[in-house]
Nanobody, 118 residues
Framework: QVQLVESGGGLVQAGGSLRLSCVAS????????MGWYRQAPGKQRELVAT???????NYADSVKGRFTISRDNAKNTIYLPMNSLKPEDTAVYYC????????????WGQGTQIPVSA
């Protein structure tokens, strides 16, 4: 199973910026979808931004124009620069790797907390 290690979280004020990173233990970009989800207190985990297996991007409507997912194939790493953060962005952010259907379960990072203060 691929291991995912996240970094870059932490307390930030509203209007501020952070950049999350997620390093995969091996490169599977060509055969898996990979991206970011988040879970706010008392809410279900939701998609934030992902790369599809074809390399296209998907974003939650709430982050469009503020967050931009990117990746570095040589480093097996995806990034999530986040700008204009809002208190409603407060959540635990998880890196996700999704194999093709029938290949096995999703892989998840350990999660990184991002509290956004008003």
């Amino acid at each position: 199973q691929v291991q995912l290690v996240e970094s870059g979280g932490g307390l930030v004020q509203a209007g501020g910026s952070l950049r999350l990173s997620c390093v995969a233990s091996r490169n599977t970009f060509s055969i898996t979808a990979m991206g970011w989800y988040r879970q706010a207190p008392g809410k279900q985990r939701e998609l934030v931004a992902t790369f599809t297996r074809a390399g296209n991007t998907n974003y939650a409507d709430s982050v469009k124009g503020r967050f931009t997912i990117s990746r570095d194939n040589a480093k097996n790493t995806i990034y999530l620069p986040m700008n204009s953060l809002k208190p409603e962005d407060t959540a635990v952010y998880y890196c996700n790797l999704r194999p093709p259907v029938g290949w096995g379960p999703d892989c998840w990072g350990q999660g990184t907390q991002i509290p956004v203060s008003a």
